[in-house]
């Protein structure tokens, strides 16, 4: 009779760890298929941030392309303008010049 009982909680016991078994397996169907969705979202992620990147990289490297050509032309006309000062004074000391030679009206 005490052989019947551990035997009748031994199987119990085996039918049960039948069962986890089953629904670990179960569970691990489940846990594999919702890694393989966060991979696939993560792939899309990757992809749209590089996108992203290599756009905002254009758009810097375009700015920056026009940033220079400005800084360019700013310094082209900042030379010239440094060229005329020497003219811009000596007219402007003829004038002087000629003010004091002319009677004031």
Same mark, same amino acid.
Request: aromatic share 0%; net charge neutral.
């Given at each position: 009779?005490?052989?019947?009982? @551990?035997? +009748?909680?031994?199987?119990?016991? &085996? ?8 629904? #670990? *397996?179960?569970?691990?169907? &489940?846990?594999? +298929?919702?890694?393989? $969705? ?6 899309? #992620? &990757? ?7 290599? $756009?905002? $990289?254009?758009?810097? +490297? @375009?700015?920056? @392309? $026009? ?18 000062? !020497?003219?811009? *004074?000596?007219?402007?000391? *003829? ?7 002319? !009677?004031?009206?």
């Amino acid at each position: 009779m005490k052989e019947d009982v @551990t035997l +009748a909680v031994l199987k119990d016991i &085996r039918s049960s760890v039948r069962e986890t078994n089953v629904r #670990l *397996e179960q569970l691990d169907v &489940r846990v594999n +298929a919702r890694i393989d $969705e966060t991979n696939a979202s993560l792939g899309v #992620l &990757r992809e749209e941030l590089s996108r992203r990147i290599v $756009e905002s $990289e254009i758009r810097t +490297a @375009t700015a920056i @392309t $026009e940033l220079a050509g400005t800084v360019r032309d700013v310094a082209t006309l900042l030379r010239e303008q440094h060229d005329l000062r !020497p003219r811009v *004074e000596k007219c402007e000391s *003829e004038i002087a010049d000629l003010k004091r030679r002319v !009677p004031a009206a």
